[in-house]
């Protein structure tokens, strides 16, 4: 299972580690950044790394478009958007967490059904045809959006859940409860991806791990409620 995770100048290292915590404790899931240009993208909170370009991930599983700083410059990224056009109707599920939201609302994936986005973003938002939702997980045909930070986990594990079912989720909560006993400063997903490729490791200091993002003993599934086009 390939789970594409957007890149792009700006892009919040906490919106990516929110969903990768989930992904990157799925043994069949293939987790790879994809971007513009192959390399290092720089955006608050850490670096990351673009492993593929849009071209070369055409049939991705899963699409993850994390928020980040500039998102009006992000929407209209035309690379960007022309490339979550492309995939929205080979993948199972696409996921956006705050300010994302925009990106996917840019791209013409919403038409016009609420979103859930980051409350700074909802103007924004709103300028794309998607009123921005009270809700913090909105769910519309394969694409579930979400308000940021933690919310993107529930929604990893959430499309977890609907994937691969509930064995799945058990698992992976466990794995996260054994990352939450590890030491604070690990490496992030990309540099133990591009370790396991044969790449050089980021060497500079490591971001300590967010623990805002542990997984909450629940996770509540029930109130969100699928709304089909």
Known sequence: MQVALALFPGVSADECEAFTLVFEQLAEAELVGVGAELGPVVGPGGGHHIDALFADVQHPDVVLVPGGLGCARTAGDQALLDWLRAVAPRCQW????????????AAGLLDDHEAATHWLASDLLESY??????????????????????????????????????????????????????????????????????ARQHTGPRRPRNRELDAPDEIEFDPITPRHP
């Open 94 to 105: 696409m996921a956006a967490s705050s300010t994302g939201t925009v990106v996917v609302a």
């Open 129 to 198: 045809g998607s009123a921005a939702s009270a809700e913090r997980i909105v769910e519309v045909d394969r694409i579930i959006t979400c308000e940021g930070r933690i919310t993107a986990m529930h929604v990893a594990l959430l499309v977890t859940l609907r994937i691969a079912g509930p064995d799945a989720v058990r698992r992976v909560r466990a794995g996260l409860a054994d990352v939450g006993q590890r030491p604070v400063a690990q490496p992030s997903w990309w540099e133990r991806l591009r370790a396991a490729r044969g």
